[in-house]
């Protein structure tokens, strides 16, 4: 038999084989099919909570207090200084200047500022950080550098809000992480038992092959085939149930994540890319558990 006779029989018994007991693989495929939803309703939620750690670290800045004998042209050295350190934007705040936003802040209670003998704040200046050196490590190395300059005597980077957002970031990954290993482990569990009552069905079949001289590789392939079906049709399914869902309840989720994420920000939860990813698990996912079906059943 030649490769082309052997790949076209494999496909053709894969095809029956389905059709041969269509509930127990439509078990196999509806149970692919939730996991990967699952999975990708995970990465949905994961983008979303990514691009809300992204907003909130743009909005820290770190402060810089000068010193208070500094003159303007030492204050102009420090900014140059600062831009070449952090290459993010740099605001001088003089001393007026943060006195009256104080005031301001402080609403009615601001006015009693205006009885001190002299403006006790000292110069600052407001650093933008690049979204590059957002990172808690980078923060902390770089406001290090930053204390260290001439004229500087403290700098404010928001340090204990950096870290509790990072632990934050840290404790969903690993969450997520440990979910999906034991969402794709059950799946391929559920998966292998369903496939082997689908083989089992079949043994009659096998038997005849076996005796004729039929290998165990002859005899695995249409069985992984199927699985490989199987997993790409639970794929299709998920895929198609996350558009579904992106276009049904996306714009609503929108609107109620607005007000921490902005306008306009939606959560991406069919990207090509996490299609494709879907894709390639679910073939992966039946055919890790045909072949460990198959495994089985030819080991008795």
Known sequence: MS?????AYFWRSAAGGLKHAPFVHFIAVST???????????RGASH?????????GGEVEVTLYLAPQLGEDEVHGVHTRVVELSHGEVTVVPPEAALKRLKQELGDLGEALSELPENPLPATLELRVPEARRSPEALKALAKELRALPGVTGV????????????????????????????????????????????????????????VGATDRFV?????????????????????????????????LGSLF???????????????????????????????????AVGRFLRV
């Open 258 to 292: 607005a007000f921490l994420l902005g306008p306009g920000v939606a959560a991406p939860w069919v990207e090509p890319r996490t299609a494709l990813e879907l894709l390639v698990a679910g073939c992966a996912l039946g055919l890790g558990g045909s072949f460990v």
């Open 3 to 7: 490769v082309l006779s052997k790949a």
């Open 156 to 211: 404010d980077y928001g340090k204990a809000a950096v870290e509790r957002l990072s632990a934050i970031a840290r404790a969903l990954s690993f969450g997520a992480l440990v979910a999906l290993v034991v969402v794709l482990g059950t799946t391929i569990v559920i998966v292998a038992a369903t496939l082997q009552l689908a083989i089992y069905s079949r043994r009659e079949e096998i038997e005849i092959q076996k005796l």
């Open 32 to 42: 692919i099919a939730i996991a990967l939803f699952a999975a990708g309703l995970a």
């Open 220 to 252: 695995k392939a249409p069985f992984l085939l199927e699985g490989l079906l199987q997993g790409l049709l639970g794929a299709l399914v998920a895929v198609g149930g996350l558009w579904l869902f992106g276009r049904l309840l996306g714009p609503t």
């Open 48 to 56: 979303v909570v990514d691009n809300l750690l992204a907003s909130l």
